[in-house]
C-alpha cells in the first residue's frame, strides 16, 4: 500500500507538519510515500494539487492521509489521480459514506443515539421543517452538529439544547452554529438525541467534559486500530467488547473508516460516529508504527 501525504501551505516539497510522524514512520517501514497540495485541491488546480506525485505504469493503490475535504473536492482529486494510475483506497462515494454522517447512520442506527437531519437549503426556508422533523425527542436533551462536525467547544452556545421542545432555545443555538461554521459547514444539520457519557476529565481549554472515548479504524472491515480518543484525559481501563463494533462495521460501505466509540453513564457503549479513514486524525499520544504495521500486513495478506 502507498500512502499520498498533504504537503506543507508554505513548502509544497516538504510533508504537512501535523503529518510529519507519520510520513516519516511510513518511510521507514518501506511503504512509498508522496505529496499532494490540498492548498491547489481546494483551488481547483488538480495538475498542481499532484504534481509530485509519479505516473505509475499500472493502476496501484494508495491511501490518503491529510486534512478533510468536502466530498465534491475529493472526487476532483481522486479523477485527478486516477490519470496517473493512482487510485484511493475510498471512491468518491465510499469517502462520503464515512465522512457526511446521514451515510452511514443506517449500519450505525440500533447502536447511537436517535438522530434526524435536514439539508440547509431546507433550513433556508424556516425552521418549520425542522420543528417537526424534532417532535421525535419530546422534551429530551440534543446536540446540534452538520454531516461532519459539532461545535462541542462551544457546548452551550452552539452545540448542546437541554430541551428539544424548546424552539427559542433551538433557533439560538441552530443560528448560533450555522454563523460560526459558516462556509465550512458540511451538507446540513444533524440533531442528535443526547446520552451521558462516562467522564474522564474537563478540556482544559474549554472546560468541555471528556468522555471515555475510542477510535477505532477499519481497513476492509477489519479491525487495524483501537485508540484512546483523547490526549488530554488519563484512561484507567481498557476497552473490551469489541465484537459488537466489528460486527457493525460490516455494514459500513466503506473500505476505509473510522467508528468513534463511548461508555455511557449507564455503563453501556454507544457508536458516536463514523468517519472516513483517510482523514480521521491519530490522536497526538498514539504511536503511529503500529497503525502503519497493520496497514502493511493487511496489504499483504490481500495478496497472497
Same mark, same amino acid.
Given at each position: 500500500? *502507498?500512502? &499520498?501525504?498533504?504537503?506543507?501551505?508554505?513548502?509544497?516539497?516538504? +510533508?504537512?507538519?501535523? =503529518?510529519?510522524?507519520?510520513?516519516?514512520?511510513?518511510?521507514?517501514?518501506?511503504?512509498?510515500?508522496?505529496?499532494? @497540495?490540498?492548498?491547489? +485541491?481546494?483551488?481547483?488546480?488538480?495538475?498542481?494539487?499532484?504534481?509530485?506525485?509519479?505516473?505509475?505504469?499500472?493502476?496501484?493503490?494508495?491511501?490518503?492521509?491529510?486534512?478533510? $475535504?468536502?466530498?465534491?473536492?475529493?472526487?476532483?482529486?481522486?479523477?485527478?489521480?486516477?490519470?496517473?494510475?493512482?487510485?484511493?483506497?475510498?471512491?468518491?462515494?465510499?469517502?462520503?459514506?464515512?465522512?457526511?454522517?446521514?451515510?452511514? =447512520?443506517?449500519?450505525?442506527?440500533?447502536?447511537?443515539?436517535?438522530?434526524?437531519?435536514?439539508?440547509?437549503?431546507?433550513?433556508?426556508?424556516?425552521?418549520?421543517?425542522?420543528?417537526?422533523? $424534532?417532535?421525535? #425527542?419530546?422534551?429530551?436533551?440534543?446536540?446540534?452538529?452538520?454531516? !461532519?462536525?459539532?461545535? *462541542?467547544?462551544?457546548?452551550?452556545?452552539?452545540?448542546?439544547?437541554?430541551?428539544?421542545?424548546?424552539?427559542?432555545?433551538?433557533q439560538t443555538v441552530l443560528r448560533n452554529f450555522i454563523d460560526r461554521q459558516g462556509s465550512e459547514?458540511?451538507?446540513? !444539520?444533524?440533531?442528535?438525541?443526547?446520552?451521558? &457519557?462516562?467522564?474522564?476529565?474537563?478540556?482544559?481549554?474549554?472546560?468541555?467534559?471528556?468522555?471515555?472515548?475510542?477510535?477505532? #479504524? #477499519? &481497513?476492509?472491515?477489519?479491525?487495524?486500530?483501537?485508540?484512546?480518543?483523547?490526549?488530554?484525559?488519563?484512561?484507567?481501563?481498557?476497552?473490551s467488547g469489541l465484537e459488537t463494533f466489528t460486527e457493525l462495521a460490516?455494514?459500513?460501505?466503506?473500505?476505509?473508516?473510522? $467508528?468513534?466509540?463511548? *461508555?455511557?453513564?449507564?455503563?453501556?457503549?454507544?457508536?458516536?460516529?463514523?468517519?472516513?479513514?483517510? !482523514? @480521521?486524525?491519530?490522536?497526538?499520544?498514539?504511536?503511529?508504527?503500529?497503525?502503519?504495521?497493520?496497514?502493511?500486513?493487511?496489504?499483504?495478506?490481500?495478496?497472497?
Open positions: 500500500m *502507498k500512502i &499520498l501525504f498533504c504537503s506543507d501551505p508554505l513548502n509544497r516539497k516538504i +510533508v504537512d507538519r501535523e =503529518y510529519e510522524h507519520e510520513y516519516e514512520c511510513a518511510r521507514r517501514l518501506d511503504m512509498d510515500a508522496f505529496l499532494i @497540495s490540498l492548498e491547489s +485541491v481546494l483551488a481547483g488546480n488538480l495538475t498542481q494539487a499532484v504534481k509530485q506525485v509519479p505516473t505509475l505504469e499500472t493502476p496501484e493503490r494508495f491511501i490518503y492521509r491529510g486534512w478533510m $475535504m468536502k466530498p465534491n473536492e475529493y472526487e476532483r482529486l481522486y479523477h485527478a489521480l486516477l490519470m496517473k494510475n493512482v487510485i484511493l483506497i475510498n471512491s468518491p462515494a465510499e469517502y462520503r459514506n464515512g465522512h457526511y454522517f446521514p451515510y452511514s =447512520y443506517e449500519a450505525i442506527k440500533e447502536a447511537t443515539p436517535h438522530s434526524i437531519w435536514l439539508e440547509i437549503e431546507e433550513l433556508s426556508q424556516g425552521f418549520d421543517a425542522l420543528f417537526e422533523k $424534532m417532535r421525535v #425527542f419530546g422534551n429530551k436533551p440534543v446536540i446540534v452538529k452538520d454531516y !461532519v462536525k459539532s461545535r *462541542k467547544h462551544e457546548w452551550e452556545e452552539a452545540c448542546y439544547i437541554p430541551d428539544a421542545s424548546d424552539k427559542q432555545r433551538v459547514l458540511n451538507g446540513g !444539520v444533524v440533531i442528535r438525541e443526547f446520552v451521558p &457519557l462516562e467522564q474522564l476529565a474537563r478540556h482544559p481549554k474549554s472546560g468541555m467534559p471528556l468522555s471515555n472515548e475510542y477510535r477505532l #479504524f #477499519f &481497513l476492509d472491515h477489519r479491525l487495524i486500530e483501537c485508540t484512546e480518543y483523547w490526549d488530554e484525559a488519563v484512561y484507567e481501563q481498557n476497552i460490516k455494514g459500513v460501505q466503506s473500505r476505509f473508516f473510522t $467508528m468513534d466509540v463511548a *461508555k455511557t453513564i449507564n455503563g453501556e457503549w454507544t457508536v458516536i460516529e463514523i468517519g472516513d479513514g483517510q !482523514v @480521521s486524525g491519530l490522536p497526538s499520544h498514539a504511536a503511529p508504527e503500529p497503525f502503519y504495521r497493520s496497514i502493511l500486513n493487511s496489504d499483504v495478506s490481500r495478496r497472497r
